[in-house]
């Protein structure tokens, strides 16, 4: 082997050593990153009803000076009844509901995998203007507000206690502050 061809291998040792070390830096801070989100959010993604949320008495001072941070949902009927879930969409990042039990139904949104009439991607749930709306994405079976039908693609605004369903799931709505 030449001494340039050793001096060669030399910097590309180096350089693979620095890439190693920056990548080991990268992953602990991304890690760190993720345990301060964590921290900072701990309220669960999917919990079996035991979500605590404010009740619409505590939340009228707060409703008068700030928007709404989160939506908890409550499963009321149906094969998921009690289980309860916590979404936070952003403005560009719309929460989904769907039977799928893809990441984006898992860790962000929705997922209601045993409802058999809940399509893969149902709904999805918006913040415009500080404020958050369910849209029925063109649903197979269509989704109900109160009762009535809901127009696929008709934004609709979210109060607290509203009930939307979903395919044979039935959910209340409590805006968190």
Do not use: W
């Not at 709904?123 to 989704?143: H, I, M, P, Q, W």
Request: net charge positive.
């Amino acid at each position: 082997m030449s001494l340039k061809d050793k001096k060669y291998e030399k910097v590309i040792a180096e350089y693979d050593s620095m890439t190693e070390e920056a990548k080991n830096e990268i992953r602990k801070m991304h890690h760190d990153a993720i345990s301060r989100a964590n921290k900072e959010n701990e309220t669960p993604v999917e919990t079996k009803a035991q979500t605590k949320v404010l009740s619409s008495s505590d939340n009228v001072e707060m409703k008068k000076t700030s928007t709404p941070t989160s939506i908890n949902i409550e499963i009321i009927s149906g094969p998921h009844k009690g289980t309860a879930f916590n979404v936070k969409p952003k403005s560009r990042y719309p929460c989904f509901i769907g039977r799928s039990t893809g990441k984006k139904f898992r860790e962000r949104g929705v997922s209601l995998p045993d409802d058999s009439e809940v399509s893969t991607t149902h709904a999805k749930l918006e913040l415009k203007r500080g404020k958050f709306y369910f849209v029925d994405t063109g649903s197979t079976n269509g989704s109900l507000r109160e009762g009535q039908p809901i127009e696929a693609g008709d934004p609709v605004l979210l109060e607290d206690g509203l009930t939307v369903q979903v395919g044979g799931s039935e959910m209340r709505i409590t805006l968190v502050y």
